[in-house]
């Protein structure tokens, strides 16, 4: 009976997980969003609320954003609907895409905001840029195309979304789903739109 190689199994896998060329060529969108995805449940704001419990979804890639955004010949309306599809297939209304690269030695971080209505949007972007609670992540706005994403002047169904880059490296998943879930948990407006 052949015994596998542990340590060797391991290594090929983590490497695998870091590898920029399986994130970006071996893997479609909804695979990116999928492969790292956390759902998170959340008591509603009120005793009151009808609804049981809120849910949002986060999911972790390993590549810079603008690889997965762009990863497609349709840029960012073929990523956009991807993004919709994958969040009606895990019905949620609320999804944040947390990057991690590394880029010359240093960790770098990114993260994406998509909502199913405007309002879900600019009171996360709100609460991460303003609140106390976040400040410790250090999140700033990034200034692009996909700021404008979630106007739908032109009659299109575009769904709001915020780019931000996260000044604090080593705020991962694990910092930043407390963070939303408070956001969440005190939030009215969530409520209505979770």
Excluded: H
């Amino acid at each position: 009976q052949v015994q596998p190689n542990c340590a060797a199994l391991y290594e090929l896998l983590q490497s695998s997980k870091f590898d920029r060329a399986f994130w970006e060529d071996e893997m479609n969108v909804r695979d990116c969003l999928r492969i790292d995805y956390k759902r998170f449940q959340v008591s509603p704001p009120s005793p009151t609320t009808t609804t049981t419990s809120l849910a949002f979804g986060m999911s972790s890639v390993l590549l810079p954003m603008d690889s997965l955004v762009y990863k497609k010949e349709g840029g960012m309306a073929s990523f956009q609907k991807e993004a919709q599809d994958y969040m009606e297939s895990v019905n949620v209304n609320l999804l944040l895409i947390l990057s991690m690269t590394i880029v010359n030695d240093e960790a770098q971080r990114e993260m994406i905001i998509i909502g199913k209505g405007d309002n879900i949007v600019k009171d996360v972007t709100k609460y991460l840029l303003e609140s106390d609670d976040a400040a410790f992540l250090e999140c700033a706005e990034k200034k692009n195309d996909i700021a404008v994403v979630g106007d739908d002047s032109d009659g299109s169904d575009k769904i709001p979304m915020k780019w931000f880059i996260q000044g604090n490296t080593k705020g991962s998943r694990k910092q930043v789903a407390p963070v939303i879930m408070r956001f969440v948990a005190d939030s009215t407006i969530a409520a209505a739109s979770l």
